[in-house]
């Protein structure tokens, strides 16, 4: 395995009666259920997904997470800061570089010479 694709952040459907009675219950307490309790288990999720590549300290990847809230909302960096050290960008030739190809427009090629 060489890449995982996440199309978006693993949030939980809000409507699941579990879920829907856990943010009810933290809300009516005094807290945010979102920042409490929804972007936690988001990051667990992607934590676990993430896992399916870096099973060692020796392994490489690419994890490619091409929900945009990454960037735009200010839970985000929770989602950074759980990912093990890394480099981060959207860049890419950097990506392609990682494969050993290039960048082409909005695709990349492998050259096996």
Known sequence: LSCVIIDK????VPTDPIVAARTRFIDDNG??????YSVPQAVI??????GRLIRSS????VIAILDSRLK???YGRDFLNSLPKCKITSELQEVAQIFGGEANGNSFVKRNY
């Open 58 to 61: 020796s392994d490489k990847g």
């Open 45 to 50: 999720t992607l934590k676990q997904g993430i």
């Open 31 to 36: 807290g945010k259920s979102f920042f409490d």
């Open 72 to 74: 735009t909302k200010s």
């Open 9 to 12: 952040l693993p949030f939980a």
